[in-house]
């Protein structure tokens, strides 16, 4: 199931997923995994005004994504960043689409327009998820992050929420926070969302 994350309850379990990814991979540019309060403080600041969702089992939870500001001056209000982490053993089973899916949902509902991801290079696999997920790369920058040892390029990647042919319309007002959302609205978008078959095959490295 997907739902939105318990902070208190949830907090320690997305950290065990997150930390490899900061001591084993350039997927984030942290260099250090974060304290329990540090990671927990990360959730509070943003849990009342984005989505943040967990991927749970009978098992437990084995990945989580979360929206965030684009940026802090008001004109970029109607635009969220995503963030997405599955453990390995359960990516490209469609768990990473159904969680990004939702988040589409979510945010369309909230009132945002565009979505943004910002991938490490190279970063194969996320790079093939972002375009299967319709995102188009916007803005590449050489040499962005230095980490075990060697410069990683920093790709942006864009999708549109809302459809526009030739201008985009602009907006009647500004997003609200996902704390304005009913329960049963949220529920709409999680049950709406397409659960997406596995995915694609992994890309030859």
């Not at 009978?58 to 599955?86: K, N, V």
Request: hydrophobic content about 40%; charged content about 15%; some cysteine.
């Amino acid at each position: 199931m997907i739902r939105l994350i318990q902070p208190e309850k949830d907090a320690p379990a997305i950290k065990q997923i997150y930390a490899p990814f900061v001591t084993d991979t350039a997927v984030t540019f942290e260099y250090t995994v974060p304290s329990d309060a540090e990671f927990y403080n990360r959730i509070q600041q943003t849990a009342s005004r984005f989505p943040w969702l967990v991927w749970e089992t009978s098992t437990g939870i084995h990945g989580y994504a979360y929206a965030s500001a684009h940026g802090e001056r008001q004109a970029f209000q109607w635009a969220a960043d995503l963030s997405i982490y599955i453990e390995p053993q359960h990516q490209r089973e469609g768990n990473g689409r159904h969680l990004y899916r939702t988040l589409y949902g979510i945010l369309a509902a909230q009132g945002y327009y565009s979505v943004y991801a910002a991938v490490s290079h190279p970063n194969p696999a996320s790079s093939l998820f972002h375009t299967h997920e319709g995102f188009t790369e916007t803005a590449r920058f050489p040499a962005a992050g230095f980490k075990f040892n060697r410069w990683y390029d920093l790709i942006w990647y864009e999708k549109q929420l809302v459809s526009y042919r030739n201008e985009k319309p602009n907006p009647a007002a500004p997003p609200v926070p996902i704390t304005a959302l009913s329960a049963a609205e949220i529920a709409r978008c999680i049950a709406g969302a397409d659960p997406a078959p596995p995915e694609y095959p992994p890309p030859a490295f």
